[in-house]
């Protein structure tokens, strides 16, 4: 059998996640509960029942746009937009399959329009955090499990990995940063938007305050034909 092309497998587990979104929502709807009356609260009702029962459900959308005013890339587009949709699904492995501690976590994202880089303005480190190639992919697929009082955490599958190390608390107050929000040096080195990467880590905090963490990963750098760090 040949190779299955990542977009259609991401587009396969985005409309996975859809379902599960659809089909919770409706199965938690049919609760005793008084219905309200607005979508909003019948959906706040079923996300809680969803919530009893161990499933987590969550998403957003960002959008922007951009121009250039003077110079940038030969003929560059004077206007360009883009959207991300983010979806994902968070399982509580104590409620729901009585295995206290662990979590099994999917995340999935849907990316369109062009980015700065390409269609506007040459950069060391790209201005906009959300340029990307267009398409559909699964994000994040692991599981985490916590032990000792959460003193003992480990987690493995695919990640984006600069959340587990290098971040700045207050590295949203830069102009420009990678998408996550850390400090830009592990954008260069650990494997994050808009491609995760395999493999796992161990974090253990012997006191509050102080936590020592260490991960295997694949190096798919070489891979990437765009990198949003710059």
Request: glycine letters at 14%; aromatic letters at 10%.
């Amino acid at each position: 059998m040949g190779k299955v092309p990542r977009k259609t497998c991401g587009m396969a587990v985005a409309v996975v996640v859809f379902g599960v979104w659809f089909v919770g929502a409706a199965c938690a709807s049919g609760q005793t509960a008084p219905r309200p009356r607005s979508a909003w609260g019948r959906w706040k009702n079923a996300n809680a029942a969803l919530k009893k029962r161990g499933l987590s459900l969550g998403g957003w959308v960002q959008m922007d746009g951009s121009s250039v005013a003077a110079g940038g890339q030969p003929k560059a587009d004077g206007f360009i937009g883009q959207y991300l949709i983010d979806l994902a699904a968070t399982v509580d492995t104590g409620r729901l399959l009585q295995v206290p501690g662990g979590t099994l976590n999917v995340e999935a994202q849907s990316h369109s329009g062009a980015n700065i880089l390409d269609k506007q303005m040459p950069a060391l480190q790209d201005p906009d955090n959300m340029d990307a190639p267009p398409g559909t992919w699964l994000a994040q697929l692991y599981y985490q499990q916590n032990l000792l009082h959460d003193r003992l955490q480990g987690q493995a599958g695919l990640m984006y990995v600069d959340s587990r190390f290098l971040t700045v608390p207050y590295g949203g107050n830069f102009v420009s940063l990678d998408f996550s929000s850390d400090g830009s040096i592990s954008t260069f080195v650990l494997p994050t938007y808009p491609k995760g990467s395999w493999g796992g880590d161990v974090t253990v905090a012997p006191v509050k305050g102080l936590s020592f963490a260490g991960g295997i990963y694949n190096d798919h750098s070489t891979e990437l034909s765009y990198d949003p760090g710059g």
